[in-house]
């Protein structure tokens, strides 16, 4: 990277809650803008190309990895590409402020590696596997398929949460979201830009 700043990277089990932790930093810390992926899984819900995500389909998410328009990216479902676009970070630097990354837990890991003490790297940490998988169900975007996908592969992700700065468990999520809050001030306040 050549170009620097600060970036916080959120990485959990799908179902952790770490959209609706980091949702709720966003409106409480100026200055933290969310960065942006690429993906080439279709829309859910009411998300919204340019929001929540760019939807890109597989062929161009892969003409522009040939590009090499990526910081990283992974396929991180069987034929599902996610990744973080260079041009996505210094959209956010160049107005001076905080990156905030949702990102899979290998992907967190390749990010820490790259930002090193730049970065402040956390790991949401749901109470049990069986309250991921009530979370999930209750949630209802996902087909008892995917759920069962996604579950199998927390499993593997949950034995990797010692590689992060700090581990949050989010089990009473207004706790969970106030020790956030503050790591992120801490981290924040205690590092020269
Ligand atoms: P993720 O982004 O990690 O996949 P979400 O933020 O979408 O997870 O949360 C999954 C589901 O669990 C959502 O329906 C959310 O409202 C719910 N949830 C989040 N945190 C808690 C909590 N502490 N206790 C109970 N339910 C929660
Ligand atoms: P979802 O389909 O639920 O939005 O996201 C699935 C997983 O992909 C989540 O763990 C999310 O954090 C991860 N993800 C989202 N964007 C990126 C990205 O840019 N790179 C990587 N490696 N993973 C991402």
Same mark, same amino acid.
């Given at each position: 990277m050549d170009s620097t700043g600060k970036v916080i990277i959120f990485s959990a089990p799908s179902g952790a809650g770490k959209s609706t932790i980091v949702n709720a930093l966003l409106e409480r810390i100026p200055n933290l803008d969310f960065s942006i992926s690429a993906t080439s899984r279709a829309p859910r819900g009411e998300e919204q190309h340019g929001r929540e995500y760019y939807f890109l389909t597989d062929p161009e998410f892969m003409e522009r990895v040939e590009r090499g328009d990526f910081v990283e990216w992974e396929e991180v479902y069987a034929g599902t590409h996610y990744g973080t676009l260079k041009s996505e970070l210094q959209r956010i630097w160049d107005k001076g402020h905080t990156i905030l990354f949702d990102i899979d837990v290998k992907g967190g890991i390749n990010l820490k590696r790259l930002f090193g003490e730049q970065a402040l790297a956390i790991f949401v940490m749901p109470p049990s596997i069986e309250e991921l998988r009530r979370r999930l169900l209750s949630r209802g975007t996902e087909t008892p398929e995917a759920i069962d996908r996604r579950i199998g592969r927390a499993e593997l992700e949950l034995?990797?949460? %010692?590689?992060? %700065?700090r581990v949050i468990v989010n089990d009473n999520l207004a706790q969970a979201i106030a020790e956030t809050e503050s790591a992120i001030k801490e981290f924040l306040g205690s590092s020269t830009q």
């Open positions: 034995a990797h949460a %010692d590689r992060f %700065d």
